[in-house]
C-alpha cells in the first residue's frame, strides 16, 4: 500500500556532507511524523531524526546540530542533510514514515530499504 524509497547514501570523507532523501507513495491519506534511523554493524538501530507535517523536529544526542531533517508535504518527501560526518556515522540509513492510509484509519509506520553511508578516508 504505502512504499517509502531512501537515495543519497554514498562513500564520503570524514568532516564530509551528504543530502539523503526519502520519497513516500501509494495509498497516502496524510502522514504525521517521518523521519530517519540508522544501524551500524552489530549495534542497534536508533533514532537519527525526526519531523511532524508541522515542522516540529527532534534529533538524537549523537548528530544534533550536525544533521538537519526537513520535508517537502507535498511530495511527500522527507530529506536528512549530513555534515561534519564521521567515521561513527557509518551505517545504513532507514527512512520511515507515519502513514493513515484513509480518513479514519489510523496512522501506521512504513519502513524503507535504506541506504548506505559510509565515512572513511
Known amino acids: 500500500q504505502v512504499q517509502l524509497v531512501e537515495s543519497g547514501g554514498d562513500l564520503v570523507q570524514p568532516g564530509g556532507s551528504l543530502r539523503l532523501s526519502c520519497a513516500a507513495s501509494g495509498t497516502i491519506f496524510s502522514i504525521n511524523v517521518m523521519g530517519w534511523y540508522r544501524q551500524a554493524p552489530g549495534k542497534q538501530r536508533e533514532l537519527v531524526a525526526a519531523?511532524?507535517?508541522?515542522?516540529?523536529?527532534s534529533y538524537g544526542d549523537s548528530v544534533r546540530g550536525r544533521f538537519t531533517i526537513s520535508r517537502d508535504n507535498a511530495k511527500n518527501m522527507v530529506y536528512l542533510q549530513v555534515s561534519s560526518l564521521k567515521p561513527a556515522d557509518t551505517a545504513v540509513y532507514y527512512c520511515?514514515?507515519?502513514?493513515?492510509?484513509?480518513?479514519?484509519?489510523?496512522?501506521?509506520?512504513?519502513w524503507g530499504q535504506g541506504t548506505q553511508v559510509a565515512v572513511s578516508s
Open positions: 520511515f514514515a507515519a502513514v493513515a492510509t484513509c480518513r479514519s484509519c489510523y496512522a501506521k509506520n512504513y
Open positions: 519531523i511532524t507535517s508541522d515542522g516540529s523536529t
